[in-house]
């Protein structure tokens, strides 16, 4: 999938990162400014790009979003996007799932199931979700947009929040860009402006 986008997959990264996990972690780490690296998203992705060409299937479903919302260097390409999650989705990644009944969901990709066997489908993926590590951003992430769009869990918006303020706070842009979102209404608070606000200030000067 490395010549869908504008990414060197192999640019500046460190020799001593060889399996696809080091390589996940390492574009997660860069992405989100951890260990104290200083965030570089480009660098991120590319580490992620490596890690999904290898077969690491949470990277998979990460590099397929940024195939749908760009960043670091990534192009609109929503047939690649769809390919990885899907990847990501049969081999049981919980992300890779949600991801993949958002598609299906928002009718952009037709998974050939009824309403009863998707809410099933729908209910088994948050179960594996809570199961993830609620540190990891991306899975922070996830969490905010099964409780937004009511995925195997009740719509509430301030947990959706909650979840997605988490992975912002780690510097993660798919949240940092879903928070604002659900910000730019009439009936956010003035915390929670404030709160957005001073994440994008902290992203700016990363």
């Known amino acids: 999938m490395s010549d869908d986008s504008d990414l060197d997959s192999g640019d500046e990264l460190p020799d001593t990162l060889q399996s696809a996990a080091e390589l996940y972690e390492y574009g997660i780490d860069y992405i989100c400014g951890r260990r104290d690296l200083k965030p570089n998203t480009r660098l991120g992705m590319s580490a992620l790009q490596r890690a999904s060409d290898r077969g690491h299937n949470r990277a998979k479903a990460v590099v397929g979003l940024a195939h749908l919302y760009p960043m670091g260097g990534t192009r609109y390409n929503a047939d690649a996007a769809k390919q990885l999650i899907c990847e990501s989705a049969a081999a049981g990644d919980p992300v890779g799932r949600v991801y993949q009944l958002l598609l299906a969901r928002f009718r952009r990709l037709d998974l050939a199931a009824e309403s009863d066997e998707r809410t099933i489908l729908e ?84």
């Not at 510097?171 to 979102?181: E, K």
């Open 123 to 206: 209910d088994s993926a948050f179960e594996s979700l809570l199961r993830c590590d609620a540190s990891d951003p991306v899975v922070q992430d996830a969490r905010g947009r099964c409780f937004r769009h009511g995925m195997g869990v009740p719509a509430v918006r301030e947990a959706a929040m909650e979840w997605y303020s988490r992975a912002a706070a780690q510097r993660y842009p798919p949240a940092m860009s879903s928070y604002s979102n659900m910000l730019d209404r009439r009936f956010c608070t003035e915390q929670e402006t404030v709160q957005v606000l001073s994440l994008c200030e902290r992203a700016a000067d990363s």
